[in-house]
């Protein structure tokens, strides 16, 4: 389990998940993928098979940024789950 700060904001807020994710785009998110890893970033691009396109991204392993990239693209099959970093 990574120890990456945890996103912002009380309980879960009202609505669908599809509601939730068209709210994000363009938010700082949190999204884990099935090896463990956690990418910080700012979703800019997000489609139904949960392909994640990140700006200004941070790689998070055991706590710790491994690595900075300015864009990044996650298939979607290796997306565990996509959290909001600042309140929506």
């Given at each position: ?11 879960p ?17 949190k ?11 700012l979703l ?35 997306v ?6 600042e309140?929506?």
């Amino acid at each position: 389990m990574s120890a990456s700060p945890e996103p912002q904001g009380g309980g879960p807020p009202g609505g669908s998940p599809g509601d939730f994710l068209k709210n994000i785009v363009g938010k700082r998110v949190k999204v884990r993928i099935g090896n463990g890893i956690d990418y910080h970033g700012l979703l800019t691009c997000l489609d139904g098979y949960m392909n994640v396109a990140l700006e200004d991204t941070e790689e998070w392993s055991k706590g710790k940024v491994t690595a900075r990239y300015g864009d990044c693209f996650l298939r979607g099959n290796n997306v565990l789950y996509i959290s909001a970093l600042e309140e929506i």
